[in-house]
């Protein structure tokens, strides 16, 4: 059976059926740049809060829009002293300790450092949580069919990616 509820389907239509010309235009806006699309806490190798040394898994990089990569952070960071609210979040959840700067921080310095429009994150944060909640599901299957690993099993990993998608939505 299918963990993504029927519910979902509104989050679906506004990720895949949104205007053709809009993703274009988003899309065309977007300077193109070597993106890791998957950078979360747990991909960044540092010593301290404030450094960056390294970043891990660049097998599936692309050149492409850096926001979805941003995207990708920003729904992977905990926010430093509130609860993990994603199994993702739960990954990196060092990023809930003092010192560690907020979802909002990290953005507003990326804007400062790139000089890029964030405006429009929160598209690229709820496909980052709609990717996250289809990565999971696919993992939860192959647990059900006996090839996964049981961290995957629990079918409320994949609601928690789809209710965190809807809060942002409902947010705008």
Not at 41 to 65: H, M
Not at 81 to 98: D, F, M
Not at 128 to 145: G, I, S, T
Request: charge should be negative.
């Amino acid at each position: 059976p299918m963990c993504i509820k029927p519910a979902s389907a509104a989050l679906l239509a506004v990720l895949l059926f949104s205007p053709a010309s809009a993703l274009r235009a988003q899309a065309s806006a977007a300077q193109a740049a070597a993106a890791q699309t998957g950078t979360a806490p747990q991909t960044i190798e540092s010593e301290q809060p404030s450094r960056v040394e390294a970043v891990l898994d660049w097998e599936l990089a692309a050149v492409g829009d850096p926001l979805v990569d941003l995207g990708y952070l920003v729904a992977a960071w905990a926010e430093p002293g509130h609860a993990p609210a994603t199994a993702i979040e739960r990954l990196g959840a060092a990023s809930t300790a003092a010192g560690f700067p907020t979802r909002a921080d990290l953005v507003a310095a990326y804007a400062a450092s790139s000089g890029r429009d964030v405006g429009d994150l929160t598209w690229y944060v709820v496909l980052a949580e709609w990717k996250l909640a289809v990565l999971w599901e696919y993992n939860r299957r192959r647990v059900e069919a006996g090839r996964g690993d049981p961290y995957y099993a629990d079918p409320a990993h994949v609601t928690e990616f789809l209710d965190a998608a809807r809060r942002l939505i409902i947010a705008g």
